[in-house]
């Protein structure tokens, strides 16, 4: 069961809003969520205020700085200071507050550069980390182990989740901030609007991702926060992965653009390799149920959608 209410935090980005639709799902739970306006999670004092006025008992930290290779390069300082302040006030309000169940989400960009493929739980601090997102791997790295220290400090049920390369509906298709495949998604879509005959994607396309879709991490997500003995820190990913120009091809099928497809070696290519060792979550009960395939024709459904209305996320 999960206690509520539930606070959701960063309800408005693609993890929270989808953790949000799940919830809605479950009769009786209340869920409480705060725009950035009405709640900046940087700020402590705020933060304190918010969680002695609502006393949530169940904490969704699903609230970042987030952004893709070139985002990441460019603003190191944002991604390191903003992600490590809204972790250090959140984390802390929810012990002082009574919060008994808090989940924090980070990401396999956790993992060293050249960790062992599949990349196990076990691989964390073992060597250096990928220059591209060092920053937001060390604000992530910082708070799982918050997490983990006040779990077996004081005793409470802080733990956390390290999804692997997300998408899916409420995406951000910034044309350069955006991570890979809404990145895609965009390109070939306004090519085939165009009538382009290449799109070029950046960096050789030899690395290689492994894709989750949003909805499989919500469900993994409500599964953890009802186990009685979660692990730490664990995977959540598909453990199979696919090459940037293979997923470049999927998307422009999906599209319908039916041009070239260019390379651009002069854009960084990243960690050659990101895919994780899922044996743990797994063991608990859980497994995505989305391929890759489907996954993409949806996103492209949805994009068209929010476009259409409108609302398409691009910051
Ligand atoms: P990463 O998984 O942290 O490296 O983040 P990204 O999702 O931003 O990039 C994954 C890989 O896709 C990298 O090798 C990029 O060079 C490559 N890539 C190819 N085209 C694009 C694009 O249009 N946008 C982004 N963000 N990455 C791209």
Known sequence: MIESPVFVAGHGGMVG????????????IEVITRTRKELDLCEESQVNEFFSKNRPSTVIFASAKVGGIHAN???????????LRQELATIHASYRNGVRRFLFLGSTCIYPRMAAQPIKEQELLSSPLEQTNEAYALAKI????????????????YHSAMPTNLYGPGDNYHPDHSHVLPGLIR????????GDETVTMWGTGTPLREFLHVDDLAEAILHLCQLDNPPDWVNVGTSVDVSI???????????????KILTDPTKPDGTPRKLTDTTLIRSTGWA???????????????????????DLRSK
Not at 73 to 83: C, H, I
Not at 142 to 148: D, F, N, V
Not at 290 to 304: A, K, N, P
């Open 17 to 28: 809003s989808a953790v949000c639709r799940r919830l809605a799902s479950i009769p009786g």
């Open 73 to 83: 390069k460019t603003f190191p300082v944002e991604f390191l200071s903003d992600n």
């Open 142 to 157: 910082a708070g799982l182990k918050l997490c983990q220290y006040f779990r077996q400090q004081y005793g409470v049920m």
């Open 187 to 194: 390109r070939f879509h306004e090519a085939k609007i165009r």
């Open 245 to 259: 120009l293979d997923l470049a091809h999927l998307v422009a099928k999906t599209v319908g653009f039916t041009g």
């Open 288 to 310: 995505p149920k989305i391929v890759l395939e489907r996954g993409i024709v949806s996103t492209y459904e949805c994009f068209l959608k929010e476009q259409g209305a409108g």
